[in-house]
């Protein structure tokens, strides 16, 4: 079964910085874009930061020069720097794999998230 876990969430105080981890299992994800979501209380799902199976990255405005996204495929694994943190960046945070195969015989394409962590920025 697939799963992906995120961690590092938690308290921060304005200004201070988190590193979110998103392990996956139950399939290598090297070949497919990933990313963070965050969802503040009533608010959408927003993305945050996604990178591709190159090594492309692209942010919201609301966090570049501030998040870094990586990952390190050895380890199946998907990493959020966040620095300067902010109080509107309060929210849980969610990994995301999308998986898109076409091939001749079949198309597919899904979305897998993982629980979400909270990131709670506040003196």
């Known amino acids: 079964q697939v799963q992906l876990v995120e961690s590092g969430g938690g308290l921060v105080r304005p200004g201070g910085s988190l590193r979110l981890s998103c392990a996956a299992s139950g399939r290598a994800f090297s070949r497919d874009t990933m990313g963070w979501y965050r969802q503040a209380p009533g608010k959408q799902r927003e993305l945050v930061a996604r990178?591709?199976?190159?090594?492309?990255?692209n942010y919201a405005d609301s966090v570049k020069d501030r998040f870094t996204i990586s990952r390190d495929n050895d380890k199946n694994t998907v990493y959020l720097q966040m620095n300067s943190l902010k109080p509107v960046d309060t929210a849980v945070y969610y990994c995301?794999?999308?998986?898109?195969?076409?091939?001749?015989?079949?198309?597919?394409?899904?979305?897998?998230w993982g629980q979400g962590t909270q990131v709670t920025v506040a003196s």
């Open positions: 990178i591709t199976r190159l090594g492309k990255t």
């Open positions: 995301n794999a999308h998986v898109s195969i076409s091939t001749i015989e079949r198309a597919y394409e899904y979305d897998y």
